[in-house]
């Protein structure tokens, strides 16, 4: 089944600690963003790949690192979490113009 | 810098009526647009995508249209259920940019 799977579903850290959040797609899509979603404020991407070893930055990359070693894989990095961080973050993937296809999501509270 | 704008926010129907939802873009120089359905607490589900050369497309009780033109895109949905109740986003792929653009979404409750 074709599909983008993140994990964890959720998770709850304390202010400074690091922590990765995966994202890895079966589809051999070329594309893969992060997004996180806060109320009142919609979708705002965060990094986007184009390829492997081809990142570039969102509307809003402060705090967050990523990394694009392998086609499938595009973990978001949170090297020192602040409570501002608090939000559903989204992975997505697409090949090219066609369809854009979302993770489950992962719920984070940063205490 | 494209812009997406979705009105109203909230939408409540009863069952069985037809609604259109509306998705207007400030930039014309659009690739493609995607209509998608969100449930809460869950991912983005892609319904339909409609690109420039299109006018629209369709898939079962939904009908997606795209006016360059004007900016506007709507999406149809016949006979509501309340099944249809999520909310539903719109984006623009934005011609010469990879940037997918979304609007805050239209909460729809269709009512029994």
Not at chain 1, 82 to 98: D, I, K, M, V, W
Not at chain 2, 38 to 51: A, E, V
Not at chain 2, 65 to 71: A, E, I, V
Not at chain 2, 100 to 105: I, S
Request: charged share 20%; proline share 5%.
């Amino acid at each position: 089944e074709a599909q983008v799977t993140q994990n964890p579903r959720y998770l709850i850290t304390v202010t400074g600690k690091k922590l990765t959040v995966t994202c890895s797609q079966n589809m051999n899509h070329e594309y893969m963003s992060w997004y996180r979603q806060d109320p009142g404020l919609g979708l705002r991407q965060i990094y986007y790949s184009m390829n492997v070893e081809v990142t570039d930055k969102g509307d809003v990359p402060e705090g967050y690192k990523v990394s694009r070693k392998e086609k499938r894989n595009f973990p978001l990095i949170l090297e020192s979490p602040s409570p501002n961080q608090t939000s559903l973050y989204f992975c997505a993937s697409r090949q090219g113009g066609e369809k854009l296809f979302f993770g489950s999501g992962t719920q984070l509270s940063v205490l | 810098k494209q812009e997406v704008t979705q009105i109203p926010a909230a939408l409540s129907v009863p069952e069985g009526e037809n609604l259109v939802l509306n998705c207007s873009f400030t930039d014309s120089a659009i690739y493609n647009l995607q209509w998608f359905r969100q449930d809460p607490g869950k991912g983005l589900t892609s319904l339909l995508l409609i690109q420039s050369s299109q006018r629209e497309q369709t898939s079962g009780r939904l009908n997606a249209s795209l006016d360059k033109s004007s900016g506007r895109s709507t999406l149809y949905i016949a006979a509501s259920q309340p099944g249809d109740s999520a909310t539903y986003l719109c984006a623009g792929l934005g011609g010469g940019s990879e940037k997918l653009v979304f609007g805050k979404g239209t909460k729809l409750t269709v009512n029994p």
